[in-house]
Nanobody, 124 residues
Framework: VQLQASGGGLVQAGDSLRLSCAANGRTSPIPVMGWFRQAPGKEREFVATCTSGGITIYSDSVKGRFTISRDNTKNTVDLQMNSLKPEDTAVYYC???????????????????WGQGTLVTVSS
């Protein structure tokens, strides 16, 4: 499975941005697809994830501002980011995994496939 992310850019605080990720190499729905991010000098952190069954999980820092969605027929996952803040500045990575549960959804080590990352910069 190869993941290709797109949609990053430079925006101002309060603006919106939409990230997209497409998975190639698999015809059946990927059980879990999500997003992580890594800010300069910080560790990679969980942002949001979505199962093929429609379960969505968000980090507290983005809940209410970001929305994750999937198209199982195409194995794509989007991240709609609204009310962006400077602290959202990071490289955003698309990730995919087999079946997960519980706290594993938020654990980057449980995801087997990763995209190349797309940079989101939010200016104040």
């Amino acid at each position: 499975v190869q993941l290709q992310a797109s949609g990053g850019g430079l925006v101002q605080a309060g603006d919106s941005l939409r990230l997209s990720c497409a998975a190639n190499g698999r015809t059946s729905p990927i059980p879990v697809m999500g997003w992580f991010r890594q800010a300069p000098g910080k560790e990679r952190e969980f942002v949001a994830t979505c199962t093929s069954g429609g379960i969505t999980i968000y980090s507290d820092s983005v809940k209410g501002r970001f929305t994750i969605s999937r198209d199982n027929t195409k194995n794509t996952v989007d991240l709609q980011m609204n009310s962006l803040k400077p602290e959202d500045t990071a490289v955003y990575y698309c990730a995919a995994s087999g079946f997960l549960s519980g706290i594993s959804y938020r654990n980057s080590n449980k995801y087997s496939y990763w995209g190349q990352g797309t940079l989101v910069t939010v200016s104040s």
